[in-house]
Nanobody
Framework: QLQLAESGGGLVQPGGSLRLSCTAS????????MDWFRQAPGKERELVAY???????NYADSMKGRFTISRDNAKNTVYLQMNSLKFDDTAVYYC?????????????WGQGTQVTVSS
């Protein structure tokens, strides 16, 4: 079964940067899309950004201009570069891979990585 492993989270001051990585145990070249979600304490999980097989990207409004999603197919890895971090960006960040398995669309999730923005 495909597995995803996130890394790169940590403690950062407001205005700082982090780069998250999500590495898949199998090729990501045939994915439909890979996404980053986040979940803050007491809040619902929300979509941060996604990248499609064709390379199209999209971001939640509050992340536009600050976050960048990218991928390296050779490394089976998707990245989330986060700049100008704010207190409100504190959350557990999860990656998700979506792909067809036969006629069925299936989602795979990573275990999450904690991002804490604090002074």
């Amino acid at each position: 079964q495909l597995q995803l492993a996130e890394s790169g989270g940590g403690l950062v001051q407001p205005g700082g940067s982090l780069r998250l990585s999500c590495t898949a145990s199998e090729s990501i070249s045939i994915m439909l899309a890979m996404d980053w979600f986040r979940q803050a304490p007491g809040k619902e999980r929300e979509l941060v950004a996604y990248i499609t097989r064709g390379g199209d990207t999209n971001y939640a409004d509050s992340m536009k201009g600050r976050f960048t999603i990218s991928r390296d197919n050779a490394k089976n890895t998707v990245y989330l570069q986060m700049n100008s971090l704010k207190f409100d960006d504190t959350a557990v960040y999860y990656c998700r891979l979506r792909r067809y398995e036969g006629a069925v669309v299936r989602d795979y999730w990573g275990q999450g990585t904690q991002v804490t923005v604090s002074s």
